[in-house]
């Protein structure tokens, strides 16, 4: 029995290093805390394939959509911070301190930053049939039409609810929003002519704007973009505050090792340089993080300058968040 003892106490100790070196020993899951279909999913999806070549595990997406990703972010605070259930969010990780008074979950301290992944720019569209010819078009009809106006989100904390909030703050006129657990599924409402609007990434929208199946009036960027070509930046339609770069990066929950995070951050390194990656981001109206910025450290830098950048902006526009 002594024996039997030592013999597990020996065998633990020599594991539990090896453990870490040889991390990940299993399937390791990307929760993404919107509906399947919509740009977040097809970033987790682009670089899970990619990640797992260099994890040489099977990385598998999850999406726990709903309550503007609030959801999905508690699910993973409250995981095992074991490195084998992560999260990739966006810049709702910055405006949901902001945005909302009481979470399950702490939102900045229950998460490790692993890495930055893709700055996304947005862009305002419309359904098909619209009858706005220009983005000046589009403000004329907004004004008339105020809370008439069916403006699509995916929840308070989404990205396209803050860049609905900032065009009706800008405009100071007041649509009404209409919530869904991500922009997947709100795309098919406005295809489906259901709802008039939305400001959503172009990981969602460049397709469809290129099949002519919406309509777009301008990209939320300063300068143009090589696959939208022809989209003026809201700086040339004359509204250069609508300026958002929607930017992603994976969480592990706190406390996760260290040596777990460095792991994750070199796959995710080796993703961003993945040619499939770039070329699909590419078409997609996007691109890969650069390797030094896909750390935890830049990571955090950016996200705490984000928190301290919208801060003041949605305390202002507060009366239009929703
Ligand atoms: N892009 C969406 C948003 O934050 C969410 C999603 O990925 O569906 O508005």
């Known amino acids: 029995m002594i024996r039997r003892t030592l013999l597990v106490a020996a065998l633990s100790a020599l594991a539990a290093p090896a453990q870490a ?3 990940p020993t299993r399937i390791v899951t990307i929760v993404v805390p919107f509906a399947a279909g919509g740009p977040t999913d097809a970033v987790a999806r682009l670089i899970s394939e990619a990640m797992a070549k260099d994890l040489g595990q099977t990385v ?5 959509g709903g309550a503007g990703g609030t959801i999905g972010a508690d699910r993973v605070a409250k995981a095992r911070p074991d490195g084998y259930t992560i999260l990739l969010h966006h810049i709702g990780m910055a405006t949901i301190p902001t945005l909302y008074r009481r979470l399950p979950y702490d939102p900045v301290n229950a998460f490790a930053p692993i890495g930055l992944v893709t700055p996304v720019p947005m ?7 619209h009858p706005a010819a220009s983005f000046t078009d589009l403000i004329a009809w907004i004004r008339a039409t105020k809370e008439n106006v069916n403006l699509g989100n995916a929840g308070l904390g989404a990205a396209s609810q803050l860049c609905g909030t900032l065009l009706q703050y800008l405009l100071q006129t007041p649509m009404t929003a209409v919530p869904f657990r991500g922009t997947g599924p709100a795309m098919t409402e406005l295809l489906g002519g259901r709802i008039d609007l939305m400001c959503d990434q172009t990981t969602n929208t460049t397709e469809q704007i290129r099949a002519g199946a919406v309509k777009v009036y301008a990209v939320t960027v300063p300068e143009r973009l090589a696959a939208l070509p022809d989209v003026p930046t809201t700086a040339e339609v004359g509204m250069p505050d609508l300026a958002v770069t929607i930017w992603h990066g994976l969480y592990a929950p706190r406390n996760t090792p260290e040596a777990v995070i460095a792991r994750l951050s070199r796959a995710l390194q080796a993703a961003l340089k993945d040619e499939k990656v770039i070329g699909r981001f590419a078409e997609l109206g996007t691109m890969p993080e650069p390797a030094e910025r896909a750390t935890p450290e830049a990571h955090r830098a950016h996200w705490m300058a ?4 919208w801060r003041p902006v949605l305390q202002a526009a507060n009366q239009y968040a929703d």
Request: aromatic share 6%; proline share 0%; glycine share 0%.
């Open 21 to 23: 070196q040889t991390y």
């Open 123 to 129: 862009t305002v569209i419309a359904r098909k049939d």
């Open 306 to 309: 984000e928190i301290a950048k």
């Open 60 to 64: 598998v997406v999850e999406n726990a």
